[in-house]
């Protein structure tokens, strides 16, 4: 379970980074262009980002198209089955739809730009998940293959331990709360007359978007 654990904070890790490499371009409004940004990711909009970015709106829907990829190539690269993959790419598209934040004005550096962003995490979803999924998952063996006397099947079991974990996530969905307002600092920095946000902050974004404090 600890592998499984450690795969979803990655996963969704990976996806913020995917997107937040995006350039912003030349001529852009900084606090635009994260907000932009973080609509795109939450919702698929593209308008606000296209207008930021100046990009145009199929670069946009290829940012956020990229974000999708990411998502189910992670979850392949674990041997999520296809069916799986997709309902849980689904659960995550729609709780990024549920997203509370507030985008700051921009404060200009000598690298760039800092822009605040306050976000409310989405709690509820993994609080007590993978004890449960633990716990279901020995039960599971244990009358698959032991009372039955067949050898355990570790690709059957990881599918049926994910598949099991997109069933109680959706489930959760119905109860979502949300956290105390977290501020992570988005810093844009210039390169050959373009800004990409810094890595890292990718990574912080999509680590407090959902709160995955109880899996790490």
């Known amino acids: 379970m600890k ?3 450690k795969l979803f904070v990655a996963f969704f890790a990976a996806v913020m980074m995917v997107g937040m490499m995006t350039g912003c371009g030349n001529k852009f409004d900084p606090t635009g262009c994260v907000n932009g940004f973080m609509e795109l990711i939450t919702t698929g909009k593209t308008e606000s980002y296209v207008k930021a970015t100046n990009q145009t709106e199929e ?11 990411a998502m189910g190539s992670a979850l392949e690269s674990a041997g999520v ?3 799986t993959k997709e309902d849980i790419v689904d659960i995550y598209l729609e709780l990024l739809g549920k997203a509370k ?9 000598d690298d760039g730009y800092e822009v605040d962003v306050e976000i409310c995490p989405i709690t509820g979803i993994y609080e007590g998940l993978m004890e449960e999924l633990s716990e279901e998952a020995m039960a599971y063996a244990q009358e698959e293959y032991i009372n039955k006397n067949k050898e355990v099947d570790q690709d059957e079991l990881t599918a049926w331990i994910f598949s099991k974990m997109a069933e109680k996530m959706r489930e959760r969905m119905e109860n979502i709360s949300y956290g ?3 501020t ?7 390169e050959d007359g373009k800004y990409e946000v810094d890595s890292d902050d990718g990574i912080k974004i999509g680590e407090t978007i959902i709160d995955i404090s109880s899996i790490q």
Do not use: C, F, G, R
């Open 3 to 5: 592998k499984t654990a």
């Open 59 to 69: 670069e946009a829907k290829k940012e956020y198209d990229s974000m999708i990829d």
């Open 101 to 109: 934040y507030t985008v700051h004005e921009a404060i200009e550096t």
């Open 81 to 83: 089955s296809e069916d």
């Open 184 to 190: 992570v600092t988005v810093h844009l920095n210039e």
């Open 180 to 182: 105390d307002p977290q």
